[in-house]
Nanobody
């Protein structure tokens, strides 16, 4: 299983970016996808996460207090992809953003394998003031 993150870049404060995370490989179903970030000298922190069900099947979401009202996480279950729409970016949002997923793996003959956690490679987000 691989998680491919994309969409980072350099923007000015107040601008927007959209990150994508595509999961591929032997996947039976995805339970949860999330975005974390790590700034230099700081610990990795959860930014936003979304589950596969709940809230009329749109998924349950949770956000770090620092991004509530500015960031929106969503997912395309059919394509095993999660998105992070980041609006009104601030310099303090500068970090490497990592995609993360909890998913049931798939075994031959369509048998569900164990649930595992995966990380994607990071994508740099830099917000200038």
């Amino acid at each position: 299983v691989q998680l491919q993150a994309s969409g980072g870049g350099l923007v000015q404060a107040g601008e927007s970016l959209r990150l994508s995370c595509a999961a591929s490989g032997f996947i039976f179903s995805i339970v949860r996808m999330g975005w974390y970030r790590q700034a230099p000298g700081r610990q990795r922190e959860l930014v936003a996460a979304i589950t596969s069900g709940g809230i009329t099947s749109g998924g349950r979401t949770n956000y770090a207090d620092s991004v509530k009202g500015r960031f929106t996480i969503s997912r395309d279950n059919g394509n095993n992809t999660a998105y992070l729409q980041m609006n009104s970016l601030k310099p303090e949002d500068t970090a490497v953003y990592y995609c993360n997923a909890d998913l049931w793996t798939a075994q031959p003959m369509g048998v569900r394998g164990p649930i595992k956690n995966y990380w994607g490679q990071g994508t740099q987000v830099t917000v200038s003031s």
